[in-house]
């Protein structure tokens, strides 16, 4: 009787066990890129041995999977770095991303099986009822050479992993149109009286993200100038002297900022940029004459929408470095202009973000 109750617990226990781990979430796992063939044979077998562990059914067809897991080698400082990604295949999406730095594949033994259950923490079994075993204990070691080859530190991220959906922010090229009002207000040089009025703007841009903080971007904006100008008086010539009246000196102006922007990504849906610049005047017309140029700044602040691109919200303060002449030489002014406009934009061309965003501490 006794014999008979222990071998309908084993049994029992085995039934448990097997509805723990069922092989009903599939996962792919595709060859490492770079690297020598060592290290992408090490890393490939450790992986495929750390998802098994995991309770996750290896598959050898991509299309068929729920998961996969891709990776890549590449030299970094004084060692390389292993970056490997976790996709849903079904949703065509990337879900976690970590990277492993290391100088010799052994001082990966104790790290890399952390960093695979960390992130399969992200892919949920179909059906199961215990989640991955735990990983076993991440500690550092000091390696020394016979030869006094000095301390090897392997380097991992030992935060929770994240979704990296920061690639709108980090293009290598951006183009985007606005339109908006802008307020002009008008200095007359001499006793006359000051002008200023409310006219529109419309402007393209092209930015290039040289540093993960930094753009360099030219625009071309068009806009408006209405000098209107009440009880203007005459220039004085001999003893003949006219009575002042209503004017309105018109000019359309096309100007070519060229802006420095600071780039601030406060969370994954915002972006600032202040900036401040120079920019080129353009004018159409013979009635006035406009200075060659001025400068500029202001602030952008950006909200994601869509894949790439982003809506962008402008305000900036612009002053000419000089006065605009008229042609009948009643008045000269200088153009004060504020700016509020709205646009889109849109980044092309992924750069490389900088691995601080993923980097545990150096031990």
Not at 28 to 48: H, Q, V, W
Not at 96 to 115: A, G, H, M, R
Not at 343 to 351: A, E, P, W
Request: hydrophobic letters at 40%; aromatic letters at 12%.
């Amino acid at each position: 009787m006794k014999k008979l109750m222990c071998l309908t617990i084993l049994l029992s226990s085995a039934i448990l066990a097997y509805s723990q781990n069922r092989a009903d979430t599939t996962l792919y796992i595709e060859p490492i890129s770079g690297g020598s063939a060592s290290d992408r044979s090490f890393f490939d077998e450790n992986l495929k041995m750390e998802v098994n562990a995991a309770g996750y059914a290896l598959i050898d067809d991509l299309l068929d999977a729920i998961y996969s897991i891709s990776g890549a080698i590449a030299p970094e400082d004084d060692g390389y770095v292993l970056s490997i990604t976790l996709s849903n295949v079904e949703e065509s999406r990337e879900m976690v991303t970590q990277e492993l730095f290391y100088v010799k594949v052994e001082e990966s033994y104790e790290i890399l099986p952390f960093l695979v259950w960390q992130m399969l923490a992200n892919a949920p079994f179909l059906v199961t009822e215990a989640p991955p075993p735990p990983p076993p204990r991440a500690y550092n070691t000091d390696t020394e050479s016979s030869n006094n080859s000095g301390r090897m530190a392997p380097i991992v991220n030992l935060v929770n992993a994240v979704p990296d959906d920061d690639s709108w922010k980090n293009k290598w090229i951006y183009l985007g149109a606005k339109f908006g009002v802008s307020p002009r207000f008008y200095t007359s040089s001499g006793e006359d009286v000051n002008a200023e009025t409310i006219t529109f703007e419309v402007g393209v841009d092209m930015g290039i993200q040289v540093l993960d903080f930094l753009v360099v971007q030219l625009e071309a904006d068009f806009g408006m100038d209405n000098a209107d100008y009440q009880k203007l008086k005459y220039p004085t010539i001999g003893e003949v002297t006219k009575d002042p009246d209503d004017i309105t000196y018109k000019t359309s102006i096309l100007s070519f900022p060229l802006l420095i922007k600071g780039v601030l990504k406060p969370g994954r849906s915002f972006l600032v940029e202040p900036y401040g610049g120079a920019y080129l005047n353009l004018p159409f017309g013979t009635e006035t004459a406009s200075p060659v140029g001025g400068w500029l700044a202001g602030i952008d602040f950006g909200v994601k929408v869509g894949g790439n691109g982003y809506i962008f919200f402008d305000f900036r303060y612009a002053n000419d470095l000089g006065n605009t002449k008229v042609k009948d030489k009643r008045v000269e002014y200088n153009r004060n202009i504020v700016s509020v406009t709205a646009g889109y934009r849109v980044g092309f061309l992924n750069r490389k973000q900088s691995a601080s965003r993923f980097r545990g501490a150096r031990y």
